[in-house]
């Protein structure tokens, strides 16, 4: 929202700058500003230094004097909105670009494919399904329906092995508290398990029932306002009251850490992850073919990030930073202690291995060079490394199925191209466009280009560029700079329908890729 609200203020500048106006900008901001009270009675002694705090009557958000004095301020901000020259028409113009429809890759389960879909301007995008690729798609949820004011979110967190169920969770009003809930596929029948006082958790589905993650509930039944402690494991059992549900992994000396669970695809480990947050996390395995198994330590602290891929048998494939800044994938035979048996299957390389999944019996890793996406499959063992060719620089994300699988689809996206979908086939190797919006404009009439400057120690730093074709880049031309460069996040080509206004009359869009 704050990248929209610039690009705004961006826009409003160009085109004020070459329309005439008969406001002036001492007009737009001579402000009379309501009057703040300053309450001087509250001071505190901090170890004999006193600081005055005289504006903390404002932290009570639900008194009525801060409630007016939040109305007062609002009327000012909108006044001078309103004086704004051509927001209306900028209003318009955003409503149009925005309006196009919204896919996401489709995934098939069982006989069914899955996709999301907004058809432009709605709240939320809906889940449907279809039989096969030629059948007519279905309504699956449309979580529009389920409030009023649009708020409620769904998300698709675990199929059955047999793909008769689907698990999925409920969020309201951009809550992180989650509810789960199954359906039956074929039928959309609701099933009446309800599991409640869940965050941070899919549903890893085993046997007849599933693993999730969830805290105690709170006292008074307060979610907001108690502390998350104690983040739980369970398994629960298709029909079960949530009651009933079986303990599988908990911390009770280390309340503050997050326990997260994920199944390889042949049902045969639950893996467990251990984290403190946003750092590294402790890797566990379960073999559920062994009954009372207990959890075995794979990877322990939390300086390292180590992902479980897949696995073959008893050898895990295994995506870690352990030794390897920019990752690697690596094999671990389960049978040998102390990880003897571990070797590379793709080594480290100069350019940062994003992810790696799985389908059609191959590997498919996503490489960052240069801030755009590279994928590349191997084979199990990292021979036959082979480029996908892509439809051009940007990011692209969705590779991988089932081992079955004999296509997929993946999505392509760049500054002025939403997101695309193609099919992906695993025979012929080849790419087919399989959904493409339809945009209130032409990106063939903008250009997308990548440079690289140079910073102050000499590395080279990329810098993307985007303008209307033909614009003659002579320095006058009004520009949004954006940058971020924090907490290793990569700040890959993406779309913004709000850019677009920009661009359309006369701004240069520019993203250097700064270092965090």
Known sequence: MRNIFLCALVIMTIIACNNDSKITEKQIIDLEYPETKKDTTIVDDYHGTKVEDPYRWLEADTAEDVKSWVTEQNKVTQAYLDKIPYREKIKERYAELFNYVKLSSPFKVGEYYFFYKNDGLQNQ????????????????????????????????IGFSKDDKYVAYSRQDAGSDW???????????????????????????????????????????GSGLSDANEYHTVYYHKLGDDQAKDKVVYENPNNPKLYNFTDITEDKKF??????????????????????????????????????????????MLVITDIDAPNYKLVEVDLDYPNKGGQKDIIPQSDYLLQSVSTGGGKLWANYLKDVTTRIYSFDYDGSNKTEIELPGLGSAGGFGGKKDDDHFFYSFSSFTIPNSIYKFDLNTGESSEFFESELQFDPQDYVEKQIFYE????????????????????????????????????????????????LENGGIFALPNLRG
Request: hydrophobic share 35%.
């Open 178 to 220: 989650q509810e789960i809930h199954v359906m039956e596929i074929a039928t959309k029948k609701k099933l009446p398990d309800v599991l409640k006082w869940v965050k941070f958790s899919g549903a890893n589905w085993h046997n007849d029932g599933f693993y999730y993650s969830r805290y105690p509930e709170p006292k008074g």
């Open 125 to 156: 995008a809906v889940i449907y399904y279809q039989k096969g690729l030629d059948g007519a798609p279905e309504v699956f949820i449309d979580p529009n329906e389920l409030s009023a004011e649009g708020t409620a979110s769904i998300g698709l």
């Open 270 to 315: 639950l893996v467990l992850y251990v984290s403190t947050g946003t750092d590294g996390f402790e890797t566990y395995y379960k073999d559920l073919t062994k009954p009372n198994s207990e959890f075995v330590n794979l990877y322990s602290g939390f300086k390292n990030k180590s992902r479980v891929v897949d696995n073959v048998g008893n050898k």
């Open 455 to 502: 910073s102050k120690d000499g590395t080279k730093v990329p810098m993307f560029i985007v303008h209307k074709k033909g614009l003659e880049l002579d320095g006058n031309n009004p520009t949004y700079l954006y940058a971020y460069g924090g907490f290793n996040v990569n700040l890959s080509p993406w779309f913004s329908a709000s850019r677009m206004v920009l």
